[in-house]
């Protein structure tokens, strides 16, 4: 197996990553000081998949076992069901020598990890992250959160699992269109930080779209590895260094807040707001034409939108403006200045940004 270290002191963890190891995570557990016992968190999808191997290997290693769903969607990733949650620990009397186990996509690992951070004052948790996206994102970092009726993970903290434990073939079972979301995010990954892996995507786009799993080891490691790094530097996200995995996420962001969620995928809108922020790049003279193109060209051979259907430019602009507390605050865009390097800048004038806006609509 693969193994990734976050370094983040006394903190830290590792990520491993095989294929086909889920039935040894028993074994590997024991090495971890996380007590004898363990509720898997997971849904009725994931958990109908999987959660027998893991029970059934924890159990051989002698832990003792419950398991808590929670139905699938992000609606569910709420406070309503953190409480459901601290319920059923505590009839499973769950104490604080008793341990979380996250099986399952970026909505169970937040979830889980939010209900880990607070339960009893914070027991250990355990990241199983069984999506595409989740492996390369959302598992690592520690950010856990539910969100509230006002906004996405507007409720939780900053709350370091314990080890990350990646089985890529658990991925042979997810849904076409989650695992070309996530491309996006991984195309990311070599724009913001890695100017060789995006070559190696251009390259081997079709072997990842059809699961060969060697390409997948290489792509989650290095994505896993570029996350890390960043998280060790900046694990709050203070200091403007982890904050450009944001690439994307700005014009992306006021996508999916305007289409209520319901029209994109996150790594989809992500995907149009990474063309717009190549876009604005270019016209701030700060990335070339041909640059800029190779990005768009991936995206769209990855099979993920690279235009916006339906929405006025005006619209897209109105959202990025409306949630700012002055109206003299500018909207913070990460650039690119060439594929592997990126800058944070509040300086792109909102002329451009709508020239963009009506190009890309
Ligand atoms: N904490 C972070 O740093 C971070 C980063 C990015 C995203 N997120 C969060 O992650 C969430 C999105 O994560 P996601 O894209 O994994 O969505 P998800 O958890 O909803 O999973 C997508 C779908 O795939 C299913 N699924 C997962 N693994 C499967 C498998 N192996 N086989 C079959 N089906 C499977 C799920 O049940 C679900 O229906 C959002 O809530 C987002 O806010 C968090
Ligand atoms: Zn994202």
Redesign the pocket.
Known sequence: MEEIKVELGERGYKILVGSGNLKNIGKALRDYDLGKKATIIT?P??GD?YQDVVKDSLRKEGFEVAIARVP?G?EY?SLEWAAKLYDELLEHRRDRYSFILAL?????G?LAGFVASTYMRGIPFVQVP??L??QV??AI?G?VAVNHPLG??LIGSFYQPRLVYTDLA??K???HR?LIAALAEIIKYGIIKDKEFFGYLEGRLDRIRALDLDVLKRVVTTCSRIKAELVSLDEREEKGIRSIINYGHTIGHALEVLTEYRVYR?GEAISIGMVAAARIAQRMGILDEESRERQVRLLERAGLPIRVKDIASSKIMGALTRDKKVKEEKTRFILATEIGKVEMRDDVPPEIIEEVLKEIT
């Open positions: 849904n999808i994931v998949l699938d992000e990733k399952g996509g970026g909505v169970i937040d069984t999506s996206l989740a994102d959302a970092g950010k996405k993970n658990v991925l079972t997810l849904a989650e996150h």
